[in-house]
């Protein structure tokens, strides 16, 4: 149950910088927040606890943490197999090896299925097309494919009920997502966006180099702790 005459959004939510901006932009947009956290077995496993730190931050009422060690079994990402070693000599340009097969195509059925039993009208996911454009899943193209099928797929679909996917950061740099957070007092002081996991961030995978250099753009101080800062 949501809050009478109040419109609900799923939100899904790592813990990291870009989903916890998306919280504090459906906030402000006024929706109900219904956050879904996805444990797939990730190393980065310390974003989980800041998801749920995030979650108690903005006071929603049920925050769902959903299982998919499917993703750990099959591995072929630096962020599902421990083989794979998490690269730390700069970003690159092509489909990394920290892309995760088949990951948001799941995150975003999953919370489709969520949002269409609560009746939610939006679905916001932080994928971004500049800083993240080798991953192929967090292309405009992708969310268009994917929002088609919501409008075939679905009971909600069929019957012209909108249940839409929002991807407020999909065009913004990294730094114009931390200067929108920062007017919206998102709480950075919560999220990580390290892929290694560890207590401090480290400072040098390709998560962390582009976090540091959207702050260092928009002025502001990153509130987490750092092991290694390369900027």
């Not at 019957?159 to 919206?184: C, D, F, V, Y």
Request: hydrophobic residues 40%.
């Amino acid at each position: 149950m949501g809050r009478i005459g109040v419109a609900k959004a799923v939100v899904i939510l790592s813990g990291g910088l870009d989903s916890t901006t998306c919280m504090g932009i459906a906030q402000h947009a006024g929706y109900e927040l219904f956050p879904i956290t996805f444990d797939y077995g990730q190393r980065h496993r310390i974003e989980l606890e800041c998801a749920k730190k995030v979650a108690a931050h903005y006071g929603v009422r049920d925050h769902r943490i959903v299982s998919l060690d499917f993703l750990r079994q099959i591995g072929g990402s630096a962020l599902t197999d421990d083989a794979i070693d998490v690269p730390t000599s700069g970003v690159s340009r092509d489909i990394p090896v920290t892309y995760v097969p088949g990951r948001n195509l799941l995150f975003l059925s999953i919370a489709a299925s969520y949002a269409e039993v609560i009746e939610a009208t939006a679905i916001y996911i932080g994928v971004n097309a500049l800083d993240y454009s080798g991953y192929p899943d967090c292309r405009p193209e992708f969310i268009e494919g994917v929002q088609h099928v919501l409008r075939i797929g679905t009971k909600a679909g069929v019957e012209g009920r909108s249940m839409q996917i929002e991807t407020p950061l999909l065009h913004w740099s990294k730094a114009e997502i931390i200067r929108n957070g920062l007017a919206l007092n998102v709480p950075y002081e919560l999220t990580t966006s390290c892929y290694q996991g560890g207590e401090e961030a480290c400072g040098e995978c390709d998560s962390c180099r582009l976090r540091l250099k959207g702050f260092a753009e928009a002025g502001a101080r990153d509130p987490i702790p750092y092991r290694v800062s390369v900027g």
